[in-house]
């Protein structure tokens, strides 16, 4: 297995822009999580997923961001409109049944 | 939800000390305990875990410890190498995977 693929690695965009993260998970992999991460805030949860519904999303920072999980073997993290405070390193990570959750490589995103 | 907190934010030691950092959580259900290590520009990846029926475990350097009375675990690494600096996070998970704040591991040849 690849591991989990996530992509793009960098976006920079315009604040006001439409961004969207992608994650493809490790295969057989039933949780799934989306991560910020900053240098003042460390790495926050802002999504999870079990089975594909989401289970707790009282980390998402506000209604600008949503994410979707479509099926096993897919998830997108959207921002509309993006801010320049929504730079960061963004992380999907999954795993299985509460073992080891491996992460992905990360995406930076930088709002201009 | 799950509440983690991890002391120290850093920590800097000489090449060959033992370096500890601490974590406590607030969720009693937890079971599952795992240390995760981020070198620069990388992403986090589990060093070593414990479950709640083991009061430690060990893997060569590295070791972990659990109070679960206390509510808190612990990572011990001994005879620190330069290449052991890093940001070192625990996580608490029962509903959710939460981490720590993370701690800067720095060793110094």
């Known amino acids: 297995d690849a591991g989990v693929i996530q992509s793009p690695r960098h976006e920079v965009t315009e604040m006001g822009q439409e961004v969207t993260l992608r994650c493809k998970p490790i295969s057989g992999h039933n949780s799934l999580f989306w991560y910020r991460q900053t240098m003042m805030r460390g790495l926050e949860l802002l999504i999870y997923?079990?089975?594909?519904?989401?289970?707790?999303d009282s980390g998402m920072p506000e209604d600008r961001f949503s994410a979707k999980m479509p099926n096993a073997s897919f998830s997108t993290l959207k921002i509309q409109p993006s801010e320049p405070r929504d730079s960061a390193v963004y992380f999907c990570?999954?795993?299985?049944?509460?073992?080891?959750?491996?992460f992905g490589q990360g995406t930076r995103l930088t709002v201009v | 939800g799950e509440n983690v907190e991890q002391h120290p934010s850093t920590l800097s030691v000489q090449e060959g000390d033992s370096a500890v950092i601490k974590c406590t959580y607030s969720d009693s259900a937890s079971n599952y305990f795992p240390w995760y290590k981020q070198e620069l520009g990388k992403r986090p990846q589990l060093i070593i875990d414990i479950r709640s029926n083991v009061g430690e475990k060990k893997d060569q350097r590295i070791a972990v410890t659990l109070n679960k009375t206390a509510k808190h675990f612990s990572l011990h690494i001994t005879e620190t190498q330069p290449e052991d600096s890093a940001v070192y996070f625990c996580?608490?998970?029962?509903?959710?995977?939460?981490f720590g704040k993370g701690t800067m591991l720095l060793v110094s040849p």
């Open positions: 996580a608490a998970p029962y509903s959710t995977l939460t």
């Open positions: 990570a999954s795993s299985l049944d509460w073992r080891e959750a491996f």
């Open positions: 997923f079990n089975n594909n519904v989401p289970i707790d």
